[in-house]
C-alpha cells in the first residue's frame, strides 16, 4: 500500500442497510483513498443501549461489502475501540454523520474528525416500523410491577404500551389516565380487541388463564414468572403458542440480560473446567402488608424468587435433575419465609435459596473443576462477577453495562422474537420454563401435604 494514502476510517451498525447508509459510506470514501468502516457487533449495541437491532452482524458486514465502497471491514465490539484503530490503523480522518456532532471531537488528538451530513427522513427505525408494525401491547394487571414496565417500554422501539386491564375496572382507568394509555378496561376480552401482545402482571394464580386465553386468540404474551404451577399446563401453554404461531415468553428477566448470558457463557466455555455446583440465592426481607407475606396460598419466598435461583441452575446443569429435596422455614399463615432446595444431578450439585422473612447473602457461586464464578447481590441483574482459581492472586473480573432496571432486554426480546423468523427463546428455552414450573408443582405438592 502506498504510504502517503489518505485513510479514513467510520462506523456503524449499519442495520436494515439502506440509502443514508450508503450515501454516508460515498462521502467518507471521497475524503481519501482507503476507508475503513467499523462494524458493530450485537452484543456492543447491547451494551450502548441500541436495541431491536434486526440483522445479524455478518449480515450487516456483508451488506457493507457489497457497495464496493469499504477499502477494508472491521467489527467494533467494545467502548473506548476507536482510539484504539485509528492509531493501529495508522487512520488520518474520522468520519461520522452529523447527527454524532461533537461527540467525536475528543478523537482529534489522533486524527481529523469530520462530520458528514446525514441524508434526511431515512433511518433504520424508520425501516423498522414501516416493515414491522408498532407492536400494539396490553398490560394486564396494574400492579407494583405494571408502571416500571412501561417506563422501559419506552426504551425499546417497535412497541407501544395502549391499553391496561384490570378486572377491578376503577383501577384500571387509574392507572390508565395516570399513565396516558389509549384505553384501559375491566374486561380481559376487550383488552384482547384492542392489542397484538400482552404483558401479564397479575397474581401468580392468574397467570394460565390469561395467558391461554389470549394465546387461544392469536396474541404474543409474555408472562411474568411463574408462568403455571404445573408442567401439563406450561406444556399447554407453549404447544398452544406454537400451534397458533404466536410468540410465548416467560418473563424472568435476568434470562434476557447481556451480562447474565455473558456469565452463563463464560461458565460453560471451559474456563473453570466442568461446571459441577451451582449455588444462587436471593431474599428480600418483605413487610407484613405485602401479598407475598399474606397470601396464604401463593405467597411466600419460593413462588417469588425461585425462578430466579432456578435460572443458573438450569442453564448450567440442564434440566434433568435426579432428585430435589425441598426444606422450608414457615411463617404461622403458612407461606415459607425461608427455603432451601437441594437438587443432585448426574454431574453436579446444586442449592437455590430464596427468602422473605430470613435474609441472607445475595450471591451466585458456579464451582468447577478448575476454579469458580462468584457474582455478587444483585446477581440477577449481573453487573459484574469474577472468575477465580486455586490461585487467590489470578482473579478475572467482568463488568457488563446494565441499563435501567433490565427490564428492557426482556421487552426488547419479545418484540424482537415477534418480528424475526424464530418463535423460540434461546435466552430461557421452552424447557427450562417446563422445567421451572415441574419445581414449582412439586413445591406445592410439598406445602400441601404440610398444611394438610
Ligand atoms: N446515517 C446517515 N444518514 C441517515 C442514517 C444514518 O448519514 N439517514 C449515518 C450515521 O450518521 C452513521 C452511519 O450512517 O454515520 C451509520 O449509522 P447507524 O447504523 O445508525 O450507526 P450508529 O449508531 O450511528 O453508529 O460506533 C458506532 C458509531 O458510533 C455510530
Redesign the pocket.
Known amino acids: 500500500m502506498d504510504i502517503h494514502m489518505k485513510k479514513i476510517i467510520?462506523?456503524?451498525?449499519?442495520?436494515l442497510f439502506h440509502e443514508?447508509?450508503h450515501?454516508?459510506l460515498k462521502r467518507a470514501r471521497a475524503l481519501g483513498d482507503y476507508l475503513i468502516v467499523?462494524v458493530?457487533t450485537e452484543y456492543y449495541d447491547l451494551q450502548r443501549g441500541?436495541l431491536n437491532v434486526v440483522d445479524p452482524v455478518l449480515k450487516r458486514v456483508e451488506n457493507v461489502r457489497k457497495t464496493g465502497l469499504a477499502d477494508e471491514i472491521i467489527i467494533?465490539d467494545h467502548e473506548g475501540q476507536?482510539p484504539e484503530d485509528i492509531q493501529k490503523l495508522g487512520v488520518d480522518i474520522f468520519a461520522?454523520?452529523?447527527?454524532?456532532a461533537g461527540a467525536f471531537d475528543y478523537l482529534e488528538q489522533y486524527c481529523k474528525v469530520v462530520y458528514?451530513e446525514?441524508?434526511?427522513r431515512?433511518?433504520?427505525s424508520v425501516l423498522r416500523e414501516s416493515r414491522y408494525p408498532i407492536l400494539q401491547l396490553g398490560v394486564v394487571g396494574s400492579g407494583r410491577i405494571a408502571p416500571r414496565f412501561l417506563a422501559e417500554a419506552k426504551m425499546v422501539s417497535g412497541i407501544n404500551v395502549r391499553a391496561v386491564y384490570n378486572p377491578n375496572e376503577e383501577s384500571a382507568a387509574a392507572f390508565g389516565q395516570a399513565h396516558k394509555l389509549e384505553a384501559y378496561s375491566g374486561s380481559f376480552h376487550d383488552l384482547l380487541q384492542h392489542v397484538d401482545a400482552i404483558y401479564i402482571a397479575s397474581p401468580h394464580e392468574t397467570h394460565h388463564l390469561y395467558a391461554k386465553q389470549a394465546l387461544e386468540e392469536g396474541r404474543h404474551v409474555l408472562c411474568e414468572k411463574p408462568l403455571t404451577f404445573t408442567v401439563k399446563e406450561a406444556r399447554e401453554l407453549y404447544a398452544l403458542a406454537e400451534e397458533k404461531d404466536v410468540v410465548l415468553m416467560e418473563g424472568i428477566k435476568t434470562a434476557y440480560c447481556p451480562g447474565f448470558m455473558q456469565m452463563m457463557n463464560v461458565a460453560k466455555s471451559g474456563i473453570i473446567g466442568q461446571v459441577r455446583d451451582v449455588e444462587a440465592c436471593f431474599s428480600r426481607i418483605t413487610a407484613p402488608a405485602m401479598r407475598e407475606m399474606r397470601d396464604e396460598q401463593y405467597g411466600g419466598a419460593f413462588l417469588e424468587f425461585g425462578s430466579y435461583t432456578l435460572l443458573p441452575i438450569f442453564k448450567l446443569l440442564g434440566c434433568g435433575y435426579e432428585d430435589v429435596t425441598f426444606q422450608t422455614i414457615q411463617a404461622p399463615n403458612g407461606i415459607d419465609l425461608y427455603t432451601k432446595l437441594h437438587f443432585r444431578f448426574k454431574e453436579g450439585l446444586a442449592l437455590s435459596k430464596t427468602g422473605v422473612g430470613v435474609k441472607s447473602e445475595g450471591q451466585l457461586v458456579i464451582g468447577g473443576t478448575n476454579g469458580y464464578i462468584l457474582a455478587p447481590s444483585p446477581w440477577w441483574l449481573t453487573r459484574s462477577f469474577e472468575v477465580r482459581f486455586e490461585d487467590p492472586g489470578r482473579i478475572e473480573r467482568y463488568s457488563p453495562k446494565f441499563l435501567g432496571d433490565g427490564l428492557r432486554y426482556e421487552i426488547a426480546y419479545f418484540v424482537s422474537k415477534i418480528n424475526g423468523d424464530a418463535r423460540m427463546s434461546y435466552c430461557l428455552t421452552q424447557e427450562e420454563s417446563i422445567a421451572m414450573a415441574g419445581v414449582v408443582e412439586r413445591f406445592m405438592e410439598e406445602r400441601r401435604k404440610e398444611q394438610r
Open positions: 467510520t462506523y456503524g451498525t449499519f442495520d443514508g447508509h450515501n454516508l467499523g458493530t441500541k467494533e476507536k461520522i454523520g452529523s447527527d454524532w458528514l446525514r441524508t434526511p431515512i433511518s433504520s
